[in-house]
C-alpha cells in the first residue's frame, strides 16, 4: 500500500483527501446534488433508520460473500456505479475504475458521459457493464446500441430518470458547466492545484489531447474545455416504454434499467423483459425530494419478482450493502467515494476502496451471524426508531 493511502480507513476517507486534491469546480460536480439536497442527505441518512438483530453462536468461520449477476459470478456484492466525467477528476479515470473492479472480481458500469471510448475501456476490462443515455432521435438510439454491442459490451444499463435537465445550482455556483468554459477564475483554479494540473489535465492533453464527450451518441460529442462549442444535450423528454421495447429488441445481452423507484415501473419493466433493475435516485442528482431507494426497494423487489434487483445511492459501507440486500436488492452499487479514491490513488486508490468495503461486508457477515448471502433477509434487520 502506498503512504498515501495507510490513511484511508473507510471509503469516507477519500473524500477530504480528494478535495485538496481537486479544483473547486471539479469537486463540485463530483460531490454536488440538486437544489437543495434533501435527497441526497435522506440517502445517507435512511441508512441509520434500520438496526441489526444478530444471530449468535452460528459458525461463521467460513464467510461466503460471492454473488452470481446475470450468469457471471462475483467476489462480493458491491460494484462501481457508473460516474460520468471522471476521467477528469483522475487521469484515464474510466480505466481505472474499470480495471480496478475487474481485477477484485466486482462489477463496474461505465458511465455513457464519459470521456474516454467505450471501446478503450472494453479493451482494458472485458466484462465492464456500460450505462446509456438515450439519444432523444430513434436513429440516434439505434446507432448508440449498435456501437455498445460491437464494442464487446454484454450487460446494458439504460438510465430512466432523466427526462429532463436537472437543476444543478451547485454547479453553477461553482463555475462549473459542461463543456469547461475557459477563464481566469478556472485558470487560478488549475495553477492552485498543481497535482490535479499537471497529473490527471496536462498530463492527458500531452498524451491524448483534449478530452471529448466519447459514447453520448455513436459518435463524438463535445471537448471538455472550449469557449464557443455547446454540449449536444437532446430531448428525451418524449422518451417512453415503447424506445425501451424497441430497445430490448435489438439488445441480444442482459438489459438493465436504472432510476427506478416506483412499483409500478418496476412491474413494467418486468413484463417490458428487462433482466434487472438498479433502484436509485441518481445520487440525489435529479429530482430533489424524490424518495431514498433504500425506502423504495422492497416494494420494487416484490413487484418485480425474478429480476435481479440492485441499489446505488448513499452506499458507503458494508453494514450498508447488508442492509441493502436485507431489505431486496442482490448488489449495491457506490459512486462517489470511488471518483474520490481515483483522484487520490489511481486504480491502486480504488482498489484500496474495494478492498475496504469488502472486508467490511464479510466481517460484518460474521458479527450478524450469517455465512452466506442468502442468509441475509428483512428478519435480520428491524427499524432503529
Not at 469537486?27 to 449468535?56: C, H, I, K, M, T
Not at 462549473?176 to 487560478?188: D, K, Q, V, Y
Not at 489531447?209 to 455513436?218: D, L
Not at 445511492?313 to 450493502?321: E, L, M, W
Request: charged share 20%.
Amino acid at each position: 500500500m502506498t503512504p498515501s493511502l495507510r490513511h484511508i480507513l473507510s471509503l469516507q476517507d477519500f473524500e477530504a483527501a480528494a478535495r485538496r486534491i481537486l479544483p473547486k469546480p471539479v469537486y463540485a460536480y463530483v460531490s454536488g446534488a440538486v437544489e437543495d439536497g434533501l435527497s441526497e442527505r435522506a440517502n445517507r441518512e435512511v441508512f441509520e433508520r434500520y438496526g441489526f438483530q444478530p444471530n449468535v453462536l452460528v459458525n461463521v468461520s467460513h464467510r461466503d460473500t460471492k454473488v452470481t449477476l446475470f450468469g457471471e459470478e462475483y467476489r462480493a456484492p458491491v460494484g462501481i456505479a457508473p460516474m460520468g466525467i471522471s476521467a477528469l477528476s483522475s487521469y484515464r479515470g474510466d480505466i481505472v475504475l474499470a480495471r480496478a473492479a475487474r481485477a477484485a472480481n466486482v462489477p463496474c458500469i461505465m458511465s455513457g458521459s464519459s470521456l474516454i471510448r467505450l471501446e478503450e475501456v472494453m479493451q482494458e476490462a472485458p466484462g465492464t457493464w456500460f450505462q446509456a443515455y438515450l439519444p432523444g432521435d430513434p436513429a440516434q438510439i439505434e446507432a448508440l446500441i449498435d456501437r455498445v454491442a460491437a464494442a464487446g459490451v454484454r450487460t446494458l444499463v439504460l438510465t430512466v430518470d432523466t427526462p429532463v435537465a436537472a437543476n444543478r445550482e451547485n454547479n453553477v455556483r461553482a463555475g462549473f458547466s459542461t463543456p469547461l468554459r475557459p477563464s481566469l477564475g478556472l485558470a487560478w483554479q488549475g495553477i492552485t492545484h498543481p497535482r490535479w494540473l499537471f497529473g490527471t489535465f496536462a498530463r492527458t492533453l500531452l498524451r491524448h489531447g483534449m478530452p471529448h464527450f466519447e459514447n453520448n451518441y455513436a459518435t463524438r460529442g463535445a471537448p471538455i474545455l472550449s469557449a464557443n462549442v455547446l454540449r449536444d444535450f437532446s430531448d428525451r423528454g418524449h422518451l417512453n416504454w415503447e424506445h425501451v421495447s424497441a430497445i430490448r429488441k435489438r439488445w441480444q445481452g442482459p438489459m438493465v434499467l436504472k432510476g427506478i423507484l416506483n412499483p409500478r415501473d418496476a412491474a413494467i419493466a418486468k413484463a417490458r423483459g428487462m433482466d434487472g433493475i438498479i433502484v436509485s435516485n441518481h445520487g440525489g442528482r435529479q429530482l430533489d425530494g424524490s424518495i431514498t431507494p433504500l425506502t423504495a426497494l422492497p416494494q420494487v423487489a416484490e413487484a418485480a419478482p425474478g429480476l435481479e434487483i440492485m441499489l446505488d445511492s448513499g452506499v458507503r459501507r458494508g453494514t450498508d450493502v447488508l442492509k441493502a440486500l436485507a431489505l431486496g436488492a442482490k448488489c449495491a452499487f457506490v459512486g462517489r467515494p470511488f471518483n474520490y479514491a481515483a483522484t487520490v490513488g489511481g486504480q491502486a486508490g480504488v482498489a484500496h476502496g474495494l478492498t475496504l468495503i469488502t472486508e467490511e461486508i464479510k466481517r460484518d457477515m460474521g458479527l450478524l451471524g450469517v455465512a452466506t448471502l442468502p442468509e441475509i433477509d428483512s428478519t435480520v434487520v428491524r427499524p432503529m426508531y
